[in-house]
Structure formats: structure tokens, C-alpha cells
């Protein structure tokens, strides 16, 4: 179905609209994980988990950007609340890895979606995020392997700590 764009379906328009809420949904993941982490000491943790919130709302405003430039007012979403308490950072990174893997099915769908009705504009934003998605992985993949290799003892959390403060820089 056509909305007032020539070129934005109404499913295409609630998919941007859904890009944009669940893009700052990640962002609030991300802050809630950061100061989780700066108030348990882990102060490398909480910059890269800054920065990682910082980055989603860029990709946020990507969605908004497309559907201001076809003349359709962006919804400005209520969000829920992230959650707030993490059993450990490893587990914390768990839980960041199983929400890109959740992100990364949003944007295949997006892109699907896109391509079905020849709406090439949209598709090749679709693309963009699922390559951003591929990056997004590869970080917390790595971060999980570490974890996975060196165990969860306090000085392996450490190290783990140092290495995602450099990460942030
Ligand atoms: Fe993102
Ligand atoms: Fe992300």
C-alpha cells in the first residue's frame, strides 16, 4: 500500500520506523551496560559499552534520515526499559552478542522486504545495515571467544577490561 511518498510502502515506513526505535533500544542496551560496568569497577568496559551507545544512535538517525528525505514524519517511539543488572561482564557480553544476533535478523528483514518491492533506495540502507551488523558481530564474537579461552577469573576480567578500554580509544 502506497503512504503520501511515492516511494514508502506502509510496510516499508513501519520498517524504518522499527529501525529507528530498535536502534536506540541498542543504544539504551549499551548505556544501561556501561554504567553497569563503570559501577562494578570494570572502567574499560564502561567507555567501549559508551561508545557502542553512542554508535547506535547514528544508526538510528540513518532510518530517520530516509524517511524525513520521502516526506514521512519519523515516529519518536517510547522505549522499554533495558535491563539493568548483569550476572558478570562475560555474561554481559553474552547478552550483547544474542542482541546483535536479534539486531542482525531486523536488518535481513528490512533489506528483504526492500528488495521485494524494488524499492532500491531503501534496499541499499538495508544493506548497509546488515554490513554494519557483520562488524557488530565480529566485536562481540571476539570479546565471547576471549571469554570463552581465559575463563572468568578475576584477573582474566581484568585484562578483558583493559583490552575493551583500548577497543573504546
Ligand atoms: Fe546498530
Ligand atoms: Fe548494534
Known sequence: MKTK???LSTEIVQLLNYRVEQEEFSSRTYLSMSL???DKGYLGAGKLFKKYSEEELEHAGKARAMLLANGVQP???ALKQPEQEFENLPK??????AHETEITKQCYALTKAAYKEENYMVAELGLWYCKEQAEELDKFQNLLDRCNAF???SDMLRELDEEMEKLSE
Do not use: L, N, V, Y
Not at 554481559?92 to 552478542?97: K, T, V
Open 151 to 153: 575463563g572468568e577469573k
Open 36 to 38: 553497569w560496568s563503570i
Open 92 to 97: 554481559a557480553i553474552q547478552i550483547a552478542f
Open 75 to 77: 515516529i519518536t517511539s
Open 5 to 7: 511518498s511515492e516511494f
